[in-house]
């Protein structure tokens, strides 16, 4: 008996080697493609459907890919290089298709906002239809048939994002992807673990979660997630805004765990919420100085950044003429509620101004923080020492405190002063009476002859006459001649 059973099992063997050596499974590849056209509305192309054995009956696609386009033009959307599905033998033979994993090697997604900002996920969608597929049930001729699949792999995978909401658009890759997905069970969370590398070479970003694909009843969602990044830098994923837009530059580390509680795409960035930290190594605003855009936000001292600039040490002129800004490392604890980046306490500095405060920063990269610029007592005595007015601003440890918002985008940063409360602290002290002097001194311009060798207003300013007197006459005289009837 034992010695038949052998036997059985031998012939058994023998008999599926013989029909996977002699089944050819890629006649039915036209078949294949044509089912998958007519699903997808685009253009599909196949190499080869091919049977094989490997701890069970293997069935690999070669070389699949799937057009963007309709005219089959321009990067498709999905391109892989092979697809092995380990199907289970006995279940097959009650129509029931059991496939133990399913592996993808070397595919290659492309992701694309318009012009519109409409985004095309259909590349990742096709990446995920086998997940989505187990515990679906189709037909083949007459016979139902069910598949279930236990678990999936993508194997050195790659994603392609362009925006062409951007300007100039965006590009951005995300290379020597690897993916399991274990759990399948429709209509259930599934265990999903992804590490690529983004913006560098090697592998920096990690994301695990249990996952929820979408499907009539339910819109989906990503439940206990919990992402990593290290070591990417800025520039790699932010839009690049032109060569003189302010941008924020510098390596970033961060952590976030929390949850997507839809996919809905309408709905889908306002349901993200959770913790996490964000950290920036060597971060630098490019083309922006940040002193030297508050203070050219003065527009009641017209002309102040240059009189300071003249008068100030060499040392601290240095710091004016600056292009970028040059900051300390950055550590922050974040939140993320409505889908926006909440920072409660945002403190960030450089070696000669400290900026504290809070604010928001949204995922589609809008900036508002509302901060206090405090600069440095050495630094706020030498500015004082030449502008005297702006003491006003002083704080009793002798540092010039000025309240400020900083907005707009990662890549078109604008620092605006609150002009309002400079203005009260600076000009409503002293208007009066510089007004009143400047009128008096209007009058008595041509009874008071210049000292010898200097022009009425190089004598004016160098007798003591405050900065900002200057600064107002200059004004008041570029009105008046504006306002001035032309002469005949």
């Known amino acids: 008996m034992k010695k038949l059973l052998i036997v059985l099992i031998v012939l058994a063997i023998a008999s599926v080697a013989i029909f996977l050596a002699t089944f050819d499974a890629d006649r039915y590849r036209p078949l294949f493609v044509t089912a998958l056209e007519q699903g997808l509305g685009r253009p599909v192309r196949l190499d080869r459907i091919a049977l094989g054995w490997r ?43 059991q496939i133990s994993s399913v592996t993808l090697t070397k595919p290659r997604i492309h992701v694309a906002r318009d012009a519109q900002g409409r985004i095309n996920l259909l590349g990742l969608a096709a990446i995920a239809s086998p997940a989505a597929a187990s515990g679906q049930t189709a037909t083949v001729g007459n016979q139902p048939v069910t598949f279930k699949i236990a678990f999936l792999r993508i194997e050195d995978g790659a994603v392609h994002w362009t925006d062409a909401t951007a300007h100039p658009s965006m590009d951005t890759w995300l290379r020597a992807l690897n993916v399991t997905v274990k759990n399948i069970s429709v ?101 922006l100085n940040i002193l030297r855009e508050v203070f050219a936000k003065f527009s009641m001292l017209p002309g102040l950044v240059e009189s300071l600039q003249a008068r100030l040490p060499q040392e601290y002129q240095a710091k004016f003429a600056a292009k970028d800004t040059v900051l300390a490392p950055i550590d922050l604890a974040t939140r993320i509620q409505n889908g926006m980046l909440q920072l409660d306490d945002v403190q960030c500095s450089t070696d000669t101004f400290t ?65 309002k409360y400079i203005a009260s602290k600076v000009i409503a002290t002293k208007a009066l009476d510089l007004l009143d002097e400047l009128l008096k001194k209007s009058t008595k311009k041509a009874e008071a002859p210049p000292v010898d060798g200097q022009s009425p207003e190089t004598a004016s300013t160098d007798s003591g006459d405050s900065v900002l007197g200057h600064l107002l006459q200059k004004a008041l005289e570029k009105q008046a001649a504006k306002h001035a009837p032309a002469q005949q």
């Not at 070669?62 to 697809?83: D, F, H, K, N, Y």
């Not at 030449?386 to 309240?403: D, F, H, R, T, Y």
């Open 355 to 419: 900026l504290t405060g809070s604010g928001r920063v949204g995922l589609d990269g809008s900036v508002s923080i509302r901060s206090t610029l405090r600069i440095d007592s050495a630094l706020s005595a030498a500015i004082i020492q030449s502008v005297k007015e702006l003491q006003a601003l002083n704080n009793a440890s002798g540092e010039m405190e000025i309240p400020l918002m900083v907005q707009g985008t990662a890549t078109q940063l604008a620092v605006l002063p609150d002009l």
């Open 55 to 97: 701890n069970g009956v293997a069935i690999q696609l070669r070389g699949l890919v799937i057009a963007e386009e309709t005219a089959g033009q321009g990067e498709p959307l999905v391109q892989i290089e092979s697809i092995s599905a380990l199907v289970q033998l006995l279940p097959l033979l009650k129509k029931d298709v």
């Open 187 to 287: 209509g259930q969370p599934m265990d999903i673990d992804a590490r690529g590398a983004l913006g560098v070479e090697t592998p920096n970003i990690s994301v695990q979660g249990r996952f929820t694909p979408p499907d009539v009843a339910q819109p989906g969602a990503f439940r206990n997630v919990k992402l990593s990044v290290e070591r990417l830098p800025l520039d790699k994923i932010l839009p690049s805004s032109g060569s003189d837009a302010p941008q924020l530059h510098g390596i970033l580390t961060t952590t976030f765990e929390g949850d997507l509680a839809t996919l809905n795409q309408a709905e889908l960035v306002r349901t993200l919420t959770g913790n996490g930290t964000l950290k920036i190594a060597d971060p630098v605003i490019m083309n």
